[in-house]
């Protein structure tokens, strides 16, 4: 078969295995009670790290959300580019997804259009915090990249989408703001461009729902804002996040 041929098979069939992956746990937890996801007992990740498989069949697919746990030695949220990367991979090459939908919080700009409690679904990613000034690596560490395009979900539900930018940092540098803003992004976030840089690796589509906990171009400081959204601003998501989960349900790729 032509690569192209099974590419096109490949977005022919339908969907059946679908890897979430949720930096947090507070974001995490009313998914899996929603689609009634149990803890694997037998974990298909390697002994000793923190990362959480919880599994589940919702309609004709199989569920794995992947939380990346908390952190061994601080005992918080394992957030941030390097445990997204690493569960990524970890759950294609355990899992062989058809699919992956990264979702989680957001900053967002109003000046862009966000408002607290939106949903987004990212058209493209890049990262803001990684300056190499050298001819191409520049563009390398910027790695921006468009994300896979589902315009029938986006009229369904008629989510907001826009640019996301990624960065290991929640607060904003005065240079990580200039390069989110010739990133164009309309969001900002941890793990994203991570994620996506890890899908594309293996050429598995990815999805990013993204909702958004708190204004970078607001008044009120961003870790408060952040933590005081948080919980309500999830339920938003979360109903997000089954909605797009039913339109998947028995259909292909090619249909999203
Ligand atoms: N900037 C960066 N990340 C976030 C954000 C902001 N203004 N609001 N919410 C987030 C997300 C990140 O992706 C992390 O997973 C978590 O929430 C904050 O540590």
């Given at each position: 078969m032509a690569p192209s041929e099974t590419v096109s098979a490949t977005q022919e069939k339908p969907i059946s295995t679908i890897v979430i992956i949720i930096a947090m746990q507070t974001e995490a937890l009313p998914l899996v009670n929603s689609l009634q996801l149990v803890e694997d007992k037998n974990p298909v990740?390697?002994?000793?790290?923190?990362?959480?498989?919880?599994?589940?069949?919702?309609?004709?697919?199989?569920?794995?959300?992947?939380?990346?746990?908390?952190?061994?030695?601080?005992?918080?949220?394992?957030?941030?580019?390097?445990?997204?990367?690493?569960?990524t991979y970890a759950s294609f090459q355990a899992l062989n997804p058809d699919l992956i939908i990264n979702a989680g919080t957001a900053g967002g700009f109003k000046a862009k259009g966000a408002n607290i409690g939106d949903v987004f679904i990212a058209t493209d990613v890049a990262f803001h915090d990684r300056r190499i000034p050298i001819p191409v690596f520049d563009q390398y560490g910027i790695g921006a990249r468009k994300t896979f395009s589902t315009p029938n979900l986006l009229k369904e539900f008629d989510l907001k989408s826009g640019k996301l930018s990624t960065g290991d940092s929640l607060d904003m540098s005065t240079y990580d703001e200039a390069a989110i803003l010739a990133n164009d992004?309309?969001?900002?976030?941890?793990?994203?461009?991570?994620?996506?840089?890890?899908?594309d690796l293996f050429s598995v589509p990815c999805i990013f729902l993204k909702a958004v906990t708190d204004i970078v171009d607001g008044d009120k400081p961003t870790p408060e804002e952040f933590l005081q959204n948080l919980v309500a601003v999830t339920a938003a998501l979360d109903r997000t996040v089954i909605k797009v989960v039913d339109f998947i349900s028995g259909k292909c790729l090619s249909e999203l």
């Open positions: 990740f390697p002994q000793g790290v923190p990362w959480v498989r919880y599994v589940g069949s919702y309609k004709d697919l199989q569920i794995n959300l992947i939380w990346p746990g908390k952190d061994s030695l601080f005992g918080v949220d394992s957030v941030g580019t390097v445990s997204a990367s690493l569960v992004a309309t969001i900002k976030d941890m793990e994203g461009a991570a994620v996506a840089y890890v899908a």
